[in-house]
């Protein structure tokens, strides 16, 4: 079966159907491009072309200066913070992901010394359990004693 997905082309928007999506003045749109909020592509006639990042961009700067009143000042200051804040979030999840990695190293690394230390007290109660009794050695005696009440099972 053959996976013929289709590849959307990116959708370019000129400055009058932007404006026209969000009802402001092309103007305004060309001082947000001006304050550096948005970098639209330019056509080889030099029309600016607005990607549908840009247009998801001005959608937010609209709703800050238009819906919140936010200044132009505040939305610079809310689109470094935002910036700064995804940065951050890619920095944790790299220590993350780092410290999981890590935490599993040293998971299977202690489970490997628990696995040596395990056939070696199996290979002890083997050992001690075909030790020849002999009465008359009360040491012998004592350290059976001391080995019969043990119910533990080890894994091989």
Do not use: C
Request: charged fraction near 30%; avoid cysteine; aromatic fraction near 6%.
């Amino acid at each position: 079966m053959l996976n013929n997905k289709l590849k959307k082309k990116p959708a370019y928007f000129s400055i009058s159907a932007v404006a026209k999506m969000f009802s402001v003045h092309q103007q305004t749109i060309r001082l947000y491009e001006k304050e550096g909020f948005i970098t639209p592509q330019r056509s080889d006639g030099n029309t600016r072309m607005f990607s549908e990042e840009d247009v998801d961009k001005l959608e937010e700067i609209i709703h800050l200066t238009h819906q919140l009143g936010i200044n132009l000042a505040g939305v610079e200051m809310i689109l470094k913070l935002q910036k700064k804040i995804k940065r951050m979030q890619k920095d944790m999840n790299k220590i993350f992901a780092t410290a999981q990695s890590e935490l599993i190293e040293e998971t299977d690394a202690r489970k490997a010394i628990i696995q040596a230390q395990t056939k070696q007290l199996v290979k002890i109660k083997k050992s001690v359990e075909i030790m020849p009794t002999d009465d008359h050695n009360e040491q012998s005696t004592h350290e059976q004693d001391n080995f019969k009440d043990w119910d533990i099972d080890y894994e091989e």
